[in-house]
Protein backbone atom coordinates (compact mmCIF):
# COMPACT_ATOMS: atom_id res chain seq x y z
CA UNK A 1 0.00 0.00 0.00
CA UNK A 2 1.19 3.34 -0.75
CA UNK A 3 -0.48 7.29 0.64
CA UNK A 4 0.86 10.63 0.04
CA UNK A 5 0.26 12.85 2.46
CA UNK A 6 0.48 16.94 1.50
CA UNK A 7 0.70 18.94 4.80
CA UNK A 8 -1.19 22.95 3.86
CA UNK A 9 -3.73 22.50 1.14
CA UNK A 10 -2.51 26.35 1.04
CA UNK A 11 0.87 28.35 1.11
CA UNK A 12 1.28 31.86 0.38
CA UNK A 13 4.53 33.22 0.23
CA UNK A 14 6.05 36.63 -0.71
CA UNK A 15 8.09 37.30 -3.92
CA UNK A 16 11.73 36.45 -2.75
CA UNK A 17 10.53 34.54 -0.56
CA UNK A 18 11.41 30.93 0.43
CA UNK A 19 9.17 28.27 -1.01
CA UNK A 20 8.71 25.03 0.94
CA UNK A 21 5.86 22.13 0.02
CA UNK A 22 5.81 19.26 2.30
CA UNK A 23 5.17 15.61 1.34
CA UNK A 24 5.37 12.86 3.63
CA UNK A 25 5.08 9.66 1.81
CA UNK A 26 3.87 5.87 2.96
CA UNK A 27 5.22 2.80 0.97
CA UNK A 28 5.78 -0.72 1.84
CA UNK A 29 8.55 -0.99 -1.15
CA UNK A 30 11.16 1.58 -1.90
CA UNK A 31 9.73 4.26 -3.74
CA UNK A 32 9.81 6.70 -6.53
CA UNK A 33 8.89 10.10 -5.60
CA UNK A 34 7.14 12.99 -8.20
CA UNK A 35 6.51 16.32 -7.99
CA UNK A 36 4.12 17.89 -10.54
CA UNK A 37 3.37 21.06 -10.96
CA UNK A 38 -0.05 22.60 -12.25
CA UNK A 39 -0.42 26.35 -13.96
CA UNK A 40 -3.96 27.83 -14.21
CA UNK A 41 -6.23 26.20 -16.89
CA UNK A 42 -3.10 23.77 -18.06
CA UNK A 43 -2.76 20.07 -17.24
CA UNK A 44 -0.28 18.87 -14.96
CA UNK A 45 3.52 18.99 -15.90
CA UNK A 46 6.94 17.15 -13.93
CA UNK A 47 8.93 19.21 -11.97
CA UNK A 48 11.13 16.34 -10.70
CA UNK A 49 11.52 13.18 -9.77
CA UNK A 50 13.17 10.93 -6.80
CA UNK A 51 14.23 7.12 -8.72
CA UNK A 52 16.63 5.91 -5.50
CA UNK A 53 19.90 7.80 -7.60
CA UNK A 54 21.04 11.12 -5.55
CA UNK A 55 18.45 11.71 -2.60
CA UNK A 56 18.73 15.81 -3.34
CA UNK A 57 16.93 15.93 -6.72
CA UNK A 58 16.84 19.50 -8.76
CA UNK A 59 14.38 19.98 -11.09
CA UNK A 60 12.93 22.91 -13.30
CA UNK A 61 12.57 26.15 -12.32
CA UNK A 62 14.61 26.59 -9.80
CA UNK A 63 13.09 23.78 -7.47
CA UNK A 64 14.75 21.21 -5.36
CA UNK A 65 13.71 18.32 -3.64
CA UNK A 66 15.03 15.95 -0.54
CA UNK A 67 14.65 12.41 -0.36
CA UNK A 68 14.58 11.63 3.87
CA UNK A 69 14.30 7.76 4.32
CA UNK A 70 13.96 8.29 8.18
CA UNK A 71 11.34 11.30 8.11
CA UNK A 72 9.52 9.72 4.94
CA UNK A 73 9.51 13.14 3.66
CA UNK A 74 10.19 14.50 0.32
CA UNK A 75 9.78 18.18 0.15
CA UNK A 76 9.95 20.83 -2.35
CA UNK A 77 11.81 24.14 -1.72
CA UNK A 78 12.93 27.16 -3.72
CA UNK A 79 15.23 29.97 -2.25
CA UNK A 80 13.46 32.57 -3.75
CA UNK A 81 9.83 32.81 -5.16
CA UNK A 82 8.60 34.03 -8.02
CA UNK A 83 5.43 35.49 -9.38
CA UNK A 84 5.15 32.73 -11.81
CA UNK A 85 5.43 29.91 -9.45
CA UNK A 86 1.84 30.65 -8.28
CA UNK A 87 0.23 27.29 -9.21
CA UNK A 88 -1.06 23.75 -7.83
CA UNK A 89 2.05 21.74 -6.77
CA UNK A 90 1.26 18.02 -6.81
CA UNK A 91 3.19 15.01 -4.86
CA UNK A 92 2.64 11.70 -5.83
CA UNK A 93 4.33 8.33 -5.33
CA UNK A 94 4.71 4.68 -6.78
CA UNK A 95 6.45 0.88 -5.40
CA UNK A 96 7.62 -0.03 -8.62
CA UNK A 97 6.32 -1.79 -11.32
CA UNK A 98 3.54 -3.56 -9.37
CA UNK A 99 2.27 -0.31 -8.43
CA UNK A 100 0.56 2.51 -9.47
CA UNK A 101 0.96 6.18 -9.15
CA UNK A 102 -0.69 7.66 -6.00
CA UNK A 103 -1.42 11.48 -5.78
CA UNK A 104 -1.55 13.98 -2.78
CA UNK A 105 -4.37 16.09 -2.64
CA UNK A 106 -2.49 19.36 -3.70
CA UNK A 107 -0.67 22.35 -2.59
CA UNK A 108 -2.04 25.70 -4.18
CA UNK A 109 0.95 27.83 -3.82
CA UNK A 110 0.38 31.84 -4.05
CA UNK A 111 3.12 34.54 -4.34
CA UNK A 112 2.22 37.69 -2.96
CA UNK A 113 4.23 40.99 -4.68
CA UNK B 1 1.59 21.44 -31.02
CA UNK B 2 0.49 20.19 -27.79
CA UNK B 3 1.53 16.85 -27.69
CA UNK B 4 -1.49 15.34 -26.12
CA UNK B 5 -4.43 16.97 -26.81
CA UNK B 6 -8.10 16.47 -25.17
CA UNK B 7 -11.06 17.13 -27.28
CA UNK B 8 -13.47 18.78 -25.86
CA UNK B 9 -12.03 21.12 -23.25
CA UNK B 10 -15.34 22.25 -21.68
CA UNK B 11 -18.64 20.02 -22.00
CA UNK B 12 -22.21 20.61 -19.74
CA UNK B 13 -24.26 18.02 -20.22
CA UNK B 14 -27.66 16.51 -18.65
CA UNK B 15 -27.90 13.49 -16.19
CA UNK B 16 -28.45 10.32 -18.21
CA UNK B 17 -26.38 11.62 -20.81
CA UNK B 18 -23.77 9.61 -22.85
CA UNK B 19 -20.93 11.54 -23.62
CA UNK B 20 -17.57 10.71 -25.04
CA UNK B 21 -14.16 12.35 -23.91
CA UNK B 22 -11.32 11.97 -26.63
CA UNK B 23 -7.49 12.19 -25.92
CA UNK B 24 -4.82 11.77 -28.69
CA UNK B 25 -1.23 11.86 -28.35
CA UNK B 26 2.02 12.57 -31.09
CA UNK B 27 4.29 11.07 -28.40
CA UNK B 28 4.77 7.42 -29.57
CA UNK B 29 3.90 6.47 -26.11
CA UNK B 30 2.45 2.88 -25.81
CA UNK B 31 0.85 4.33 -22.26
CA UNK B 32 -2.22 6.08 -21.52
CA UNK B 33 -4.20 7.30 -18.46
CA UNK B 34 -7.71 8.99 -17.50
CA UNK B 35 -7.75 10.84 -14.47
CA UNK B 36 -9.99 12.89 -12.85
CA UNK B 37 -9.63 15.75 -10.69
CA UNK B 38 -11.65 16.98 -7.93
CA UNK B 39 -11.03 19.92 -5.56
CA UNK B 40 -9.16 18.62 -2.52
CA UNK B 41 -8.97 15.58 -3.49
CA UNK B 42 -5.60 15.34 -6.13
CA UNK B 43 -6.02 13.09 -9.25
CA UNK B 44 -7.38 9.92 -9.33
CA UNK B 45 -6.86 7.12 -11.67
CA UNK B 46 -10.09 5.61 -13.97
CA UNK B 47 -8.29 3.43 -16.75
CA UNK B 48 -5.17 3.04 -17.73
CA UNK B 49 -3.37 1.64 -21.27
CA UNK B 50 -0.62 0.02 -21.36
CA UNK B 51 -0.87 -0.56 -25.33
CA UNK B 52 -4.03 -1.20 -27.92
CA UNK B 53 -4.78 -4.73 -26.64
CA UNK B 54 -4.36 -4.36 -22.82
CA UNK B 55 -6.48 -1.67 -21.07
CA UNK B 56 -7.07 -1.93 -17.06
CA UNK B 57 -9.69 -0.82 -14.14
CA UNK B 58 -7.92 2.25 -11.94
CA UNK B 59 -9.43 2.75 -8.50
CA UNK B 60 -12.53 4.59 -9.59
CA UNK B 61 -14.07 2.84 -12.91
CA UNK B 62 -17.66 2.21 -12.30
CA UNK B 63 -19.85 4.52 -14.27
CA UNK B 64 -16.81 4.88 -17.22
CA UNK B 65 -15.76 3.01 -19.78
CA UNK B 66 -12.72 3.21 -22.17
CA UNK B 67 -11.56 2.56 -26.15
CA UNK B 68 -8.50 2.55 -27.22
CA UNK B 69 -8.89 2.76 -31.11
CA UNK B 70 -4.72 2.90 -31.99
CA UNK B 71 -2.10 3.78 -30.56
CA UNK B 72 -2.32 7.40 -30.34
CA UNK B 73 -6.06 7.89 -29.17
CA UNK B 74 -7.55 6.19 -25.94
CA UNK B 75 -11.25 7.40 -25.54
CA UNK B 76 -13.14 8.07 -21.94
CA UNK B 77 -17.08 7.31 -22.19
CA UNK B 78 -19.58 8.35 -19.63
CA UNK B 79 -22.80 5.79 -20.57
CA UNK B 80 -25.16 7.71 -18.22
CA UNK B 81 -23.89 10.52 -16.98
CA UNK B 82 -24.29 11.90 -13.19
CA UNK B 83 -24.02 14.97 -11.53
CA UNK B 84 -21.25 13.58 -8.85
CA UNK B 85 -19.38 12.96 -12.55
CA UNK B 86 -18.95 16.83 -12.32
CA UNK B 87 -14.86 17.13 -12.46
CA UNK B 88 -11.75 17.81 -14.33
CA UNK B 89 -10.73 14.93 -16.69
CA UNK B 90 -7.49 14.34 -18.05
CA UNK B 91 -5.57 12.58 -20.11
CA UNK B 92 -1.90 11.29 -20.05
CA UNK B 93 0.70 9.33 -21.78
CA UNK B 94 3.94 7.63 -20.76
CA UNK B 95 6.35 5.87 -22.94
CA UNK B 96 7.80 3.31 -20.63
CA UNK B 97 6.94 -0.21 -18.99
CA UNK B 98 5.17 1.15 -15.54
CA UNK B 99 4.49 3.71 -13.46
CA UNK B 100 7.95 4.90 -12.50
CA UNK B 101 8.04 6.63 -15.95
CA UNK B 102 7.61 10.34 -16.37
CA UNK B 103 3.69 10.90 -17.25
CA UNK B 104 3.06 13.84 -19.92
CA UNK B 105 -0.69 15.42 -19.34
CA UNK B 106 -2.89 16.89 -21.50
CA UNK B 107 -4.92 20.24 -20.95
CA UNK B 108 -8.22 18.85 -19.70
CA UNK B 109 -11.28 18.47 -19.94
CA UNK B 110 -13.55 20.30 -17.73
CA UNK B 111 -17.38 18.35 -17.44
CA UNK B 112 -20.80 19.36 -15.80
CA UNK B 113 -23.59 17.08 -15.32
CA UNK B 114 -26.38 19.04 -14.70
Request: proline share 4%.
Amino acid sequence: AQSVTQLGSHVSVSEGALVLLRCNYSSSVPPYLFWYVQYPNQGLQLLLKYTSAATLVKGINGFEAEFKKSETSFHLTKPSAHMSDAAEYFCAVTGGSNYKLTFGKGTLLTVNP
Amino acid sequence: DADVTQTPRNRITKTGKRIMLECSQTKGHDRMYWYRQDPGLGLRLIYYSFDVKDINKGEISDGYSVSRQAQAKFSLSLESAIPNQTALYFCATSPGLDFRDTQYFGPGTRLTVL
